[in-house]
């Protein structure tokens, strides 16, 4: 026996064949004209040739007229007369077969598709006459289709849309809109409905049923559809009683929602602490929006939280109002909203009193603004005249607007006012902060700008508890000035703040270095030793109550 042989058959290995011709479908354009679609053999031939250019997509629901034969044999099914078949497309058994060419009709096409039998199975379930192995034939004419979404991407939420405007806008969580709806139990039985001008609610907060928010945020304003939804999206286990006048409705109904988005107002919160907000009515056109120091134009009408109007203007004949953004022109709230906008934007801006006339009683020629009054300002962005950048100036101009931002900044740092300091300081180094142009001169002057500008700022950063930014401000001025014993010690500050207690002790000692007899260095290091005491005691304690547990 040969011992390095297995005892195997033999494999058999087929030659190889020539490389087979990649499959390009036809996909027919004149009438008469027959095509392969698919590498199944799906077969289509255009009768009469459709409208416009959208198609269907699988999951939409299609209004067809049809007749459906078995090639060489006789008509099996067909819609009735005046009765078309509504179906979704890819889901029904009988043009299911199909699907790859009906998601390539017009509105109002007529096709015949020859349908091979492996696309066909099962069909005889139904149709028990039709042979097995059968090629069938379908007459197809598209009526019309609504798109179908799955809103939730689980089946608890399908929307058909049965028409949607041109606006690309869609409206956010965040935003408000206006809606109308009617809900009905699947026997059509209405058990709510909305009034007659909608009703107006935060996505955020919902209102009726979980569906309607999950719904809006996929619509564009003007938008109709119908939701047909689950329980756990609708009303639940514990259904609703009845109310207004309306049906209860029972637990663990499937309901529609003939739903409408009539408008959206996009909200947008412009302090941090929200107390400032504005819902943009109609978007304004472009990208720019004004900077600080921009001469702005705008149209309002101001009224309390009753309506009563206290002060306008732009409207009946009156002047615009003209000012420049961020320079305490205006109260405070407008001009932040303010310099959020683009030309052309309408907005409504709700002001709460920190940003507006506080707790103080102000008289305007209108009415008398009580303390504590929250203001509604309706405000056109009608145009504005941006700062000149610094691109667009000569070297010494970039100078004296810098020298003049810094002084603006040092005069709002003195009232307390470190936000409006902060803008200043950044501003002023910006311009100066590309030097290809300066001479030798105004080179020292825009060093000398960007340096204090920026240890400047971050004394702002600090006050505003922005310890980071504070510490990037000083590390950009050490790239400058490796020795600044300000930008050291302002960096310890804020390292000491965000607890990078080594990184303090590093710039600290360097300080210390430059000038041994600083008291302010000095007194900074005795309170970072004391930290890191406080520190070490309270990891300790920490770790001992962790091994005493264990």
């Known amino acids: 026996m040969d011992l390095e042989m297995d005892d195997i058959d033999e494999q058999i290995v087929p030659p190889k064949s020539d490389k087979e011709e990649e499959f390009r479908p036809y996909y027919p354009e004149k009438v008469d004209e027959e095509g392969v679609i698919t590498k199944t053999g799906l077969k289509k031939k255009l009768v009469k040739i459709g409208d416009g250019w959208d198609a269907p997509e699988e999951g939409d629901e299609i209004t067809v007229n049809y007749k459906a034969t078995v090639v060489g044999g006789e008509q099996f099914a067909a819609s009735a007369q005046g009765e078309p078949l509504v179906v979704i497309v890819?889901?029904?058994?009988?043009?299911?077969?199909?699907?790859?060419?009906?998601?390539?009709?017009?509105?109002?096409?007529?096709?015949?598709?020859?349908?091979?039998?492996?696309?066909?199975?099962?069909?005889?379930?139904?149709?028990?006459?039709?042979?097995?192995?059968?090629?069938?034939?379908?007459?197809?004419?598209?009526?019309?289709?609504?798109?179908?979404?799955?809103?939730?991407?689980?089946?608890?939420?399908?929307?058909?849309?049965?028409?949607?405007?041109?606006?690309?806008?869609?409206?956010?969580?965040?935003?408000?809109?206006?809606?109308?709806?009617?809900?009905?139990?699947?026997?059509?039985?209405?058990?709510?409905?909305s009034p007659e001008e909608g009703v107006e609610f935060l996505v955020n907060d919902g209102h009726l049923c979980p569906a309607i928010a999950k719904a809006v945020v996929t619509m564009r304003k003007e938008e109709k559809a119908i939701l047909r939804v689950e329980p756990e999206y609708a009303f639940g286990s514990t259904g609703r009683p009845a109310q207004d006048g309306l049906s209860a409705i029972p637990p663990n109904a499937v309901v529609n929602i003939a739903l409408e988005l009539v408008s959206f107002k996009l909200l947008e919160y412009i302090t941090e602490d929200m107390l400032v907000i504005k819902k943009i009515t109609i978007p304004g056109v472009g990208f720019e929006k004004p900077n600080s120091g921009t001469t702005a134009q705008i149209r309002y009408i101001a009224k309390l939280a009753d309506?009563?109007?206290?002060?306008?203007?732009?409207?009946?004949?009156?002047?615009?109002?003209?000012?420049?953004?961020?320079?305490?022109?205006?109260?405070?709230?407008?001009?932040?909203?303010?310099?959020?906008?683009?030309?052309?934007?309408?907005?409504?801006?709700?002001?709460?009193?920190?940003?507006?006339?506080?707790?103080?009683?102000?008289?305007?020629?209108?009415?008398?603004?009580?303390?504590?009054?929250?203001?509604?300002?309706?405000?056109?962005?009608?145009?504005?005249?941006?700062?000149?950048?610094?691109?667009?100036?000569?070297a010494a101009q970039k100078l004296e607007?810098?020298?003049?931002?810094?002084?603006?900044?040092?005069?709002?740092?003195?009232?307390?006012?470190?936000?409006?300091?902060?803008?200043?300081?950044?501003m002023a180094a910006k311009y100066v902060e590309f030097e290809s142009t300066f001479d030798e001169e105004q080179k020292k002057a825009g060093h000398f700008f960007k340096v204090t500008c920026q240890l400047n700022n971050a004394s702002c950063k600090i006050k505003l508890k922005e310890f980071r930014e504070a510490a990037a401000l000083c590390t950009k001025v050490l790239k400058l000035e490796p020795s600044n014993i300000k930008a050291l010690f302002r960096r310890a500050q804020a390292y000491m703040e965000t607890i990078d207690l080594d990184l303090a002790e590093l710039d600290l000692k360097k300080a210390l270095e430059i000038d041994p007899d600083n008291r302010e260095v000095t007194t900074q290091m005795l309170r970072l030793k004391n930290l890191r005491t406080f520190h070490d005691k309270k990891d300790a304690a920490l770790y001992a109550n962790m091994m005493k547990k264990l």
Request: aromatic share 10%; net charge negative; proline share 3%.
């Open 307 to 394: 309506g009563v109007i206290f002060d306008k203007k732009g409207h009946d004949e009156e002047d615009l109002l003209e000012f420049k953004v961020d320079e305490e022109e205006i109260i405070e709230g407008l001009d932040l909203a303010v310099a959020t906008m683009k030309r052309g934007e309408f907005a409504l801006v709700i002001i709460n009193p920190e940003y507006g006339y506080g707790s103080s009683e102000t008289k305007t020629k209108f009415a008398v603004v009580p303390p504590n009054s929250i203001l509604h300002y309706e405000v056109e962005m009608v145009g504005f005249t941006k700062v000149t950048e610094s691109w667009d100036m000569e």
């Open 90 to 193: 890819g889901k029904d058994i009988i043009l299911k077969g199909c699907k790859e060419g009906i998601i390539t009709m017009r509105k109002g096409e007529l096709s015949i598709f020859t349908v091979p039998p492996e696309l066909s199975e099962g069909i005889q379930l139904q149709y028990p006459d039709i042979p097995q192995n059968a090629t069938l034939q379908f007459e197809v004419e598209l009526l019309s289709w609504y798109k179908v979404v799955d809103v939730c991407e689980d089946g608890g939420v399908f929307k058909k849309i049965l028409s949607r405007s041109e606006v690309f806008e869609r409206a956010e969580k965040k935003d408000e809109v206006t809606v109308k709806f009617e809900v009905t139990l699947e026997d059509g039985t209405v058990v709510a409905k």
């Open 401 to 426: 607007y810098a020298a003049k931002r810094k002084e603006e900044g040092n005069v709002y740092f003195k009232d307390g006012k470190y936000k409006r300091a902060s803008l200043r300081y950044d």
